[in-house]
């Protein structure tokens, strides 16, 4: 079965430095991954998304996220945060073959200190 | 592009009645329509997946008699509460994906849904 894991509930940073929110995945053959932002009481917002190709994938508010097949890994990062930034983030795979569903993760809160 | 819209955006209902919540994608024809439900802190939860014209695909649990889906068109799908209970209190979130190779979904704002 296929799945994601985000072992960080909460990560905080202070502005303008660099951020990571870890995502790890568990798929058997070629894993679709996506990344999502949730800003309060609205719905998700697609940041990225990797399919195949290069392994650092650039999406959307300056968010950047490297595949790691070795380490079967999606850590999104941004070089410089900002405090808009915070929100809660989820990553995302795609079900096997046909499905169109995916399977989210947990979410990692993000708080940007001023 | 790629916005999908939901309605309401907040409800407020007596436990015994029904509530329908819309999903509309804006600007793409979405075959595929999901419904996800949120509880407080916690990810989002499959609920059921639809394709403009056939019957939907209920997860495990969810019970199919309860949470009506219809997906009438290529932009529009239903998600009917019968016979709402406060359990049933909850965020609602629709996605949709258009056809082709995208495999991405594109979410509504979600509804905020409170029996009493």
């Known amino acids: 079965a296929q799945s994601v894991a985000q072992p960080e509930d909460q990560v905080n940073v202070a502005e303008g430095n660099p951020l990571t929110v870890k995502c790890t995945y568990s798929v058997s053959g070629n894993p679709y991954l996506f990344w999502y932002v949730q800003y309060p009481n609205r719905g998700l917002q697609f940041l990225l998304k990797y399919i195949t190709g290069d392994n650092l994938v650039k999406g959307s508010y300056g968010f950047e996220a490297e595949f790691n097949k070795s380490q079967t890994s999606f850590h999104l990062k941004k070089p410089s945060a900002l405090v808009s930034d915070s929100a809660l983030y989820f990553c995302a795979v795609k079900g096997l073959g046909g499905a169109n569903n995916l399977f989210f993760g947990t979410g990692t809160r993000l708080t940007v200190i001023p | 592009g790629a916005v999908v819209s939901q309605h309401p955006s907040r409800v407020i209902c007596k436990s015994g009645t029904s509530v329908k919540i819309e999903c509309r994608s804006l600007?793409?024809?979405?075959?595929?329509m999901f419904w996800y439900r949120q509880f407080p802190k916690q990810s989002l939860m499959l609920m059921a997946t639809?394709?403009?014209?056939?019957?939907?695909?209920?997860e495990q649990g969810v019970e199919k008699d309860k949470f009506l889906i219809n997906h009438a068109s290529l932009t529009l799908s239903t998600l009917t509460v019968t016979s709402a209970h406060p359990e049933d209190s909850s965020f609602y979130i629709c996605?949709?994906?258009?056809?082709?190779?995208?495999?991405?979904?594109?979410f509504g704002p979600g509804t905020r849904l409170t029996v009493t």
């Open positions: 600007d793409f024809q979405a075959t595929t």
């Open positions: 639809s394709n403009e014209g056939s019957k939907a695909t209920y």
């Open positions: 996605s949709a994906r258009g056809a082709g190779g995208a495999y991405e979904q594109y």
